[in-house]
C-alpha cells in the first residue's frame, strides 16, 4: 500500500488515503511517529500499528478534553478511562503522558479544589479535606494546604452564613434556630468551635419572633377558640418551638390585660 493523499482536516486531525481505496482519519502524532509521506509504501503490520495508535490518541485526547473542562485528580482520570475498553497499560500509559504534560497534577488539582470551595461555595474545611480524601489526595498534603489557609476568611464565610439561616428562621425560639443552624453547619463541614465562637458573637433575640408568632397564633386560632382554651393552644403551640414558657406566659398576660 502506497499514501497517496494527506489532507488535514478543520478538526486539526488528518485524512490519509491510500492506493487501494483505504482511508484513515488520525493525529499528527501519529503521521510523525510513522514518518507518513506521500509516496510512502505501508505493508499491513504497520497498517495495524497506525490504527492502534489511532485508537490510542482518540482516547487520549478524549482526555485532554475531559481535564479541560475543568481540573481533574488522577483518580478522576482512572475512573473516567474505565468506560473505554483498553488494557490496563493502555490506561497506565495514558495517565503517565498526561502526567508528563502536567495535565494530570494532584498537587495543583488539590491547590485549585481548595480554593474553589472556599470561594465558591458554602463547604467548611472538614468537608473539604474529606472530599480530597475521597480523591486520594495524600492527608499530609492536604493538612499542610489548608493550615495555609487565613481562618479569618473561614470564620467571616461562616457568619454570613449563619446570620443568613438565622434571617430566614422567624417561626423558632433562639435555642432550637441555635440547634438547627449548629447541624446544618456541621454537615457543611465546619467545626463546632468556630461554630460556637461565630455564633456567640451574634445577637440573637427571641422577643421579635416570639411576639410575631404569638400574633400569628393568636390571629388563626381565635377564630377557633376562646379564652382559656385560646391561650392553652398558643402556649403549647409555642413551647413546642422552644419558646421559653414565662416569655410566652408574660406576652399572654398582656393580652388578657390589654
Known amino acids: ?13 488528518y485524512k490519509i488515503e491510500l492506493d487501494d ?9 501519529v503521521i510523525l511517529k510513522h514518518n507518513l509521506l ?30 479541560s473542562k475543568k481540573l481533574r485528580s488522577e ?8 468506560k473505554f475498553e483498553i488494557e490496563e497499560n493502555t490506561k497506565n500509559k495514558i495517565i503517565k503522558d498526561l502526567k508528563n504534560i502536567n495535565m494530570i497534577n494532584d498537587y495543583n488539582f488539590m491547590k485549585a479544589y481548595i480554593s474553589d470551595r472556599i470561594y465558591l461555595s458554602n463547604d467548611g474545611l472538614d468537608k473539604i479535606k474529606t472530599d480530597l480524601i475521597s480523591h486520594n ?46 447541624h446544618d453547619m456541621i454537615n457543611l463541614g465546619y467545626s463546632s468551635e468556630m461554630f460556637n465562637e461565630c455564633y456567640d458573637l451574634l445577637d440573637v ?25 385560646l391561650y392553652l393552644k398558643i402556649r403549647q403551640k409555642l413551647y413546642q418551638n422552644g419558646y421559653n ?13 390589654y
Open 1 to 13: 500500500m502506497k499514501v497517496e493523499k494527506i489532507k488535514k482536516l478543520k478538526n486539526g486531525k
Open 21 to 29: 481505496d483505504y482511508k484513515i482519519t488520525t493525529y499528527d502524532d
Open 38 to 67: 506521500f509516496n510512502k509504501e505501508i505493508d499491513n503490520d504497520e497498517l495495524n500499528e497506525m490504527i492502534k495508535d489511532n485508537e490510542y490518541y482518540d482516547i487520549y485526547n478524549k482526555c485532554i478534553k475531559y481535564i
Open 75 to 82: 483518580k478522576e482520570i482512572k475512573e473516567y478511562l474505565n
Open 137 to 182: 489526595i495524600d492527608i499530609s498534603l492536604i493538612n499542610d494546604e489548608l493550615d495555609k489557609i487565613d481562618k479569618s476568611i473561614i470564620k467571616e464565610k461562616l457568619t454570613k452564613l449563619i446570620i443568613k439561616k438565622v434571617k430566614s428562621n422567624h417561626k423558632n425560639s433562639s435555642y432550637m434556630i441555635r440547634q438547627k443552624i449548629y
Open 205 to 229: 433575640d427571641d422577643n421579635d419572633n416570639l411576639k410575631k408568632e404569638f400574633n400569628k397564633l393568636y390571629k388563626r386560632l381565635s377564630t377557633k377558640e376562646i379564652n382559656d382554651n
Open 245 to 257: 414558657l414565662s416569655d410566652i406566659d408574660k406576652l399572654i398576660q398582656e393580652k388578657r390585660d
